[in-house]
């Protein structure tokens, strides 16, 4: 069963923005919210994430350019991501825990950026 249902992504240029979207099909208000990204041959690596209080926090990579959101109204989670490099082109992934380990995933949406 998908639980974590991601959109928004698609091929920009570099300088450009995208909204990436999570939808959650149960409710997600109390885990931790998460976005992580798989480059191709590399290994998936954090991105930002945001806590039920609404606290987040950046990877170093993209600190300044991205913002995580929440909106547990629509179930949703964002991942507004601004000033985009060649560097940030992978599957973006979206994930959730409550206990510290993300036991919930979603199937991932494709961002490519070119220069």
């Known amino acids: 069963q998908v639980l974590l249902l991601e959109s928004g992504g698609g091929l920009v240029q570099a300088g450009d923005s995208l909204r990436l979207s999570c939808a959650t099909l149960?409710?997600?208000?109390?885990?931790?919210m998460a976005w992580f990204r798989q480059s191709q041959g590399k290994e998936r690596e954090f991105v930002a994430r945001i806590n039920w209080g609404g606290s987040t926090y950046d990877a170093d990579s993209v600190k300044g350019r991205f913002t995580i959101s929440r909106d547990n109204a629509k179930s949703t989670v964002y991942l507004q991501m601004n000033s985009l490099k060649p560097e940030d082109t992978a599957v973006y992934y979206c994930?959730?825990?409550?206990?510290?380990?993300?036991?919930?995933w979603g199937q991932g949406t494709q961002v490519t950026v070119s220069s």
């Open positions: 149960r409710t997600f208000s109390s885990h931790t």
């Open positions: 994930a959730a825990t409550i206990l510290g380990t993300y036991d919930y």
